[in-house]
């Protein structure tokens, strides 16, 4: 891959990241999705923004690789879906957790039959954000370019990683609260959820918990119970030994519990390589939009739950 142009907000970052990986800096953002040779556009700006920026991207008939969440609304999710299709080009979404190693060997594992049938999920993300994380942004913690709180923004990870292994949501219950920071969305929630396959779990989202604990996944089936805890195996009880074992890859990956900052980019390195791939050979990357759009539907339909204060069904 080559970098050929950067646009955003703030001129003088993207002139410096141009400086220091080549390519044209642009303040204008037509200017910039209208540059000549460039395929693939990678959108990281705030999360309510993200459609508005991919459409104008997708309506040049070019790529585009978004940041989670995909974005803040399924229903503005759905006319970008339809905008894509209608220019055959390819949506893709950054989650990276879906590259782990470990994650990738569970993933196929329950899709063999390994884990036997779904019955309990409990997924924990108690992490802390200091006060400045807040302050100091203007987008974080609105429901404008948030979207939401913790769940939105630092739990769609998690949400993502259910659904990709333990299939859709039927139906859940919610809350959610600001019990410590001064933000106009929640830092804390909580929501039970019923898979479509008849499986129950609970989804527990903070950034309240100083000082931040690694995520935590406990997924149980017929056949045994594993736990994952920042993407690796942390526990394996299966009633049969699986024909291979996890990877047990070394690294630093509990840094997101007390800390915004991405240290390990492998990752993301691995999902650009895969959406790089899908658009040469015209198959589905990693996430694409449609699966992407899944996480959002939940967290939205999570937040009408706690609004409403009774269960919400998902279609």
Same mark, same amino acid.
């Given at each position: ?176 609260? @600001? +019990?410590?920071? *001064? ?5 804390? &929630?909580? !929501? %039970?959820?019923?898979?479509? =396959?008849?499986?129950? $779990? ?41 024909? @291979? +074992?996890?990877? *047990? ?5 509990? &840094?997101? !519990? %007390?800390?915004?900052?991405? =240290?390990?980019?492998? $990752? ?48």
């Amino acid at each position: 891959m080559e970098l050929v142009a950067c646009w955003g907000r703030d001129a003088a970052k993207a002139a410096r990241i141009t400086s220091a990986y080549g390519g044209r800096a642009y303040d204008d953002l037509d200017a910039f999705v209208a540059h000549a040779g460039m395929q693939v556009v990678l959108i990281g700006t705030p999360s309510g923004l993200h459609v508005e920026h991919a459409t104008r991207t997708v309506r040049r008939g070019l790529h585009v690789l978004v940041e989670k969440p995909l974005d803040v609304d399924v229903e503005r999710i759905d006319r970008l879906l339809a905008d894509a299709e209608r220019e055959g080009v390819t949506v893709g979404v950054i989650f990276q957790d879906r590259t782990a190693p470990d994650v990738v060997w569970l993933r196929e594992l329950i899709s063999s039959g390994g884990l036997g049938r779904p019955l309990i999920a409990s997924a924990q993300v108690k992490w802390y954000r200091p006060p400045e994380y807040y302050a100091g942004s203007r987008w974080r913690g609105t429901w404008a370019l948030d979207g939401g709180g913790a769940l939105m923004n630092q739990g769609i990870h998690t949400v993502d990683l259910l659904l990709w292994l333990f299939g859709d949501v039927a139906r859940v219950t919610g809350m959610a609260r @600001t +019990m410590l920071h *001064r933000i106009e969305v929640e830092d804390t &929630a909580f !929501a %039970s959820v019923e898979f479509a =396959s008849g499986a129950i $779990g609970t989804i527990e989202v903070t950034t309240a918990a100083y000082p931040g604990f690694p995520r935590r996944l406990e997924l149980t089936g017929s056949e045994g119970t594993i736990v994952v805890e920042s993407d690796r195996i942390a526990s394996l009880d299966l009633r049969t030994k699986p024909e @291979t +074992m996890p990877p *047990r890859t070394p690294g630093n990956v509990s &840094a997101s !519990a %007390s800390s915004p900052v991405v =240290s390990d980019v492998s $990752g993301h390195r691995r999902v650009i390589a895969d959406f790089v791939d899908a658009v040469r050979r015209g198959r589905r990357p990693l996430c694409d939009g449609r699966d992407g759009r899944r996480s959002v539907a939940l967290v939205q339909a999570i937040y009408r739950a706690a609004r409403e204060g009774r269960p919400t069904d998902l279609p």
